[in-house]
């Protein structure tokens, strides 16, 4: 199977930026995508930004204009930058990832990592 393992996360004033680090490794087919999700207590776990095959990007519109993700596929590897943070931003952020072919998709999560912004 994929394994994702995370990194990045940390304690941060509002305004300030994190870079969120995910590795994949293991057995990999073809991605068809990979994204970032958060979590805050007594929450529902959020999308927060995707990147598919091509490249293109999605982001939920909280993030917008702030957030962005990228991947390095030599790497193996998906970013989220995250610019001008706010304390609603803070959550346990995931990483997922979705490969395998048509007739058959897998999904794999990250460990998680948390991201607090101070007021």
């Known amino acids: 199977q994929v394994q994702l393992v995370e990194s990045g996360g940390g304690l941060v004033q509002a305004g300030g930026s994190l870079r969120l680090s995910c590795a994949a490794s293991g057995s990999i087919l073809s991605i068809n995508a990979m994204g970032w999700y958060r979590q805050a207590p007594g929450k529902e776990r959020e999308l927060v930004a995707t990147i598919i095959s091509r490249g293109s990007t999605n982001y939920a519109d909280s993030v917008k204009g702030r957030f962005t993700i990228s991947r390095d596929n030599a790497k193996n590897t998906v970013y989220l930058q995250m610019n001008s943070l706010k304390p609603e931003d803070t959550a346990v952020y995931y990483c997922?990832?979705?490969?395998?072919?048509?007739?058959?998709?897998?999904?794999?999560w990250g460990q998680g990592t948390q991201v607090t912004v101070s007021s």
């Open positions: 997922n990832v979705v490969y395998g072919t048509s007739g058959q998709l897998f999904s794999s």
